[in-house]
């Protein structure tokens, strides 16, 4: 329940808002719709180590930015648990305060987990792949297999994992109830091209697979393209509001050849299917994908929002394709770091003249605020936006409880199980006396939720 009317009145302008952007309808101003923001971290005043390791400071850190910008309809912050990684020791993470500064954003560490001669294991058999190639590379914990110490190791893991799930749930109610806050996304999937190489084979190694194992990495991108979606559709918003996360980060190193061999037919496939059943996306197009937005203009109008990363020039990503979807971007990082007040009104009321004009842009640095902007750089973006971003005469439609409900989500895959009900069944000699149907369903159901965990550690 809303704190009060005012809080209500104000949930209902910005997904009002939100709705709108996304479907590229038209809107009162210019939506101040932000994805991610590390700003949040940085400017609750509490270091990236006290947020990733205690609770406490997670609730505040949303709160505190939701009241002091209250003008910004959408935004979320990168909240991570450091615990779970120290309890499996997770070597694909340096952690602030651990093994880099207290201030520092934590960072992923890209590696060739998967050897080249294992492409055959890692299609054929990805749990048993997982579990006798990839944690032992990727898990300290995982060493000593079979001791005690390692079993523990995962069941901290596992609890670990439910206790941050349901805070972030929790948090997610109380910034509604108490300033009206909306999330910006619900779900996630991610292009196949880039599990493969951020979590396998790492950019040295992937370069080399597009040259010399090209029919491996095809097979590798479609098998985990199937196992995404299923897993995705678990995570999807029924009312079909929220749009779907996908941040991209390898387009920007690939030829326009490379891209459309390996990259864009299972990306396009997968997002598709969604698209199809009325989902809408969020997609961080990081670095500079200007060779290849061709392709993003096939997108339906008015189905994703795409946050356009500094390295590439808004203007031109509005004719390219920001015609048909809602755009964000055009702030420069170091704009909000180190310009002016004066700089950042000239910039915003640039755009708004500009890419802003007509609608279906939205201001945002290169997919995010950047942890160390100025506070008054990004209240001056805001006033800007309320001096220069107003629509005259238009209203923004009001949004629908739910959308395009009669469309249905067809995924012709389905996660598997790792171990079938049959055989643990029948490794007991059981002769099932009741209903076997309702005992197999919550076996297959937290079977695949085993399996999704293991895939996409």
Same mark, same amino acid.
């Given at each position: 329940?809303?704190?009060?009317?005012?809080?209500?009145?104000?949930? +209902?302008?910005?997904?009002?808002?939100?709705?709108?952007?996304?479907?590229?309808?038209?809107?009162?101003?210019?939506?101040?719709?932000?994805?991610?923001?590390?700003?949040?971290?940085? #400017?609750?005043?509490?270091?990236?180590?006290?947020?990733? /390791?205690?609770?406490?400071?997670?609730?505040? =850190?949303?709160?505190?930015?939701?009241?002091?910008?209250?003008?910004?309809?959408?935004?979320?912050? !990168?909240? &991570?648990?450091?615990?779970?990684?120290?309890?499996?020791?997770?070597?694909? #993470?340096?952690?602030?305060?651990?093994?880099?500064?207290?201030?520092?954003?934590?960072?992923?560490?890209? &590696?060739?987990?998967?050897?080249?001669?294992?492409?055959?294991?890692?299609?054929? $058999?990805?749990?048993?792949?997982?579990?006798?190639?990839?944690?032992?590379?990727?898990?300290?914990?995982?060493?000593?297999?079979?001791?005690?110490?390692?079993?523990?190791?995962?069941?901290?893991? %596992?609890?670990?994992? @439910?206790?941050?799930? *349901?805070?972030?749930?929790?948090?997610?109610?109380?910034?509604?109830?108490? /300033? *009206?806050?909306?999330?910006?996304?619900?779900?996630?999937?991610?292009?196949?091209?880039?599990?493969?190489?951020? +979590? #396998?084979? *790492?950019?040295?190694?992937?370069?080399?697979?597009?040259?010399?194992?090209?029919?491996?990495?095809?097979?590798?991108?479609?098998?985990?393209?199937?196992? !995404?979606?299923? +897993? =995705?559709?678990?995570?999807?918003?029924?009312?079909?509001?929220?749009?779907?996360?996908?941040?991209?980060?390898?387009? =920007?190193?690939?030829?326009?050849?490379?891209?459309?061999?390996? /990259?864009?037919?299972?990306?396009?496939?997968?997002?598709?299917?969604?698209? +199809?059943? *009325? #989902?809408?996306?969020?997609?961080?197009?990081?670095?500079?994908?200007?060779?290849?937005?061709?392709?993003?203009?096939?997108?339906?109008?008015?189905?994703?929002?795409? $946050?356009? $990363?500094?390295? &590439?020039?808004?203007?031109?990503?509005?004719?390219?394709? %920001?015609?048909? !979807?809602?755009?964000?971007?055009?702030?420069?990082?170091?704009?909000?770091?180190?310009?002016?007040?004066?700089?950042?009104?000239?910039?915003?009321?640039?755009? =708004?003249?500009?890419?802003?004009? $007509?609608?279906?842009?939205?201001?945002?640095? @290169? @997919?995010?605020?950047?942890?160390?902007?100025?506070?008054?750089?990004?209240?001056?973006m805001i006033d800007a936006i309320n001096e220069f971003g107003v629509y005259e005469g238009q209203q923004t439609p009001k949004a629908q409880p739910a959308y395009d409900q009669d469309l249905k989500l067809e995924i012709p895959f389905e996660l598997p199980v790792i171990t079938p009900w049959e055989e643990f069944r029948d490794e007991h000699n059981w002769d099932i006396v009741g209903n076997e149907e309702m005992i197999k369903e919550t076996w297959d159901k937290y079977e695949r939720m085993a399996f999704s965990w293991v895939y996409f550690k």
């Amino acid at each position: 329940m809303f704190k009060s009317k005012e809080v209500e009145e104000l949930y +209902n302008r910005r997904l009002d808002r939100y709705m709108a952007a996304i479907r590229m309808q038209p809107t009162d101003r210019v939506p101040i719709v932000f994805n991610t923001t590390y700003f949040a971290e940085e #400017y609750s005043g509490s270091t990236i180590q006290e947020i990733v /390791y205690s609770q406490k400071h997670w609730y505040e =850190c949303d709160a505190k930015f939701a009241r002091d910008f209250p003008e910004v309809d959408t935004f979320r912050s !990168n909240i &991570a648990y450091a615990p779970m990684w120290d309890a499996i020791d997770n070597r694909l #993470y340096k952690v602030p305060g651990r093994e880099i500064p207290p201030k520092s954003l934590q960072q992923f560490v890209e &590696a060739e987990h998967l050897k080249v001669d294992e492409y055959r294991e890692f299609i054929d $058999d990805p749990v048993g792949w997982r579990f006798n190639k990839y944690f032992p590379r990727i898990f300290g914990e995982y060493d000593g297999k079979g001791a005690i110490r390692s079993h523990v190791a995962f069941l901290k893991m %596992g609890f670990l994992q @439910g206790i941050f799930g *349901g805070i972030l749930r929790e948090n997610a109610v109380k910034l509604k109830e108490e /300033y *009206g806050v909306i999330p910006t996304t619900r779900g996630a999937l991610t292009a196949p091209f880039d599990i493969l190489s951020d +979590n #396998y084979r *790492g950019l040295h190694g992937i370069m080399r697979d597009m040259f010399r194992n090209k029919e491996e990495v095809k097979e590798a991108c479609q098998k985990i393209m199937e196992i !995404n979606v299923a +897993n =995705c559709a678990t995570m999807v918003d029924p009312t079909k509001q929220l749009p779907i996360f996908i941040a991209t980060h390898k387009p =920007c190193f690939m030829s326009p050849k490379q891209f459309d061999e390996f /990259y864009w037919p299972t990306f396009y496939e997968g997002m598709m299917m969604f698209i +199809n059943a *009325g #989902y809408k996306f969020r997609v961080f197009l990081e670095g500079d994908w200007s060779p290849h937005w061709h392709h993003l203009a096939d997108f339906p109008k008015g189905s994703v929002i795409f $946050d356009v $990363d500094n390295e &590439a020039d808004i203007f031109k990503a509005k004719e390219a394709f %920001g015609h048909k !979807n809602f755009i964000t971007g055009g702030i420069p990082t170091d704009l909000f770091i180190f310009g002016t007040t004066e700089q950042m009104r000239e910039r915003v009321k640039l755009l =708004c003249e500009t890419v802003g004009k $007509d609608g279906g842009w939205g201001p945002l640095g @290169g @997919g995010h605020i950047p942890n160390d902007a100025k506070p008054e750089n990004l209240q001056a973006m805001i006033d800007a936006i309320n001096e220069f971003g107003v629509y005259e005469g238009q209203q923004t439609p009001k949004a629908q409880p739910a959308y395009d409900q009669d469309l249905k989500l067809e995924i012709p895959f389905e996660l598997p199980v790792i171990t079938p009900w049959e055989e643990f069944r029948d490794e007991h000699n059981w002769d099932i006396v009741g209903n076997e149907e309702m005992i197999k369903e919550t076996w297959d159901k937290y079977e695949r939720m085993a399996f999704s965990w293991v895939y996409f550690k």
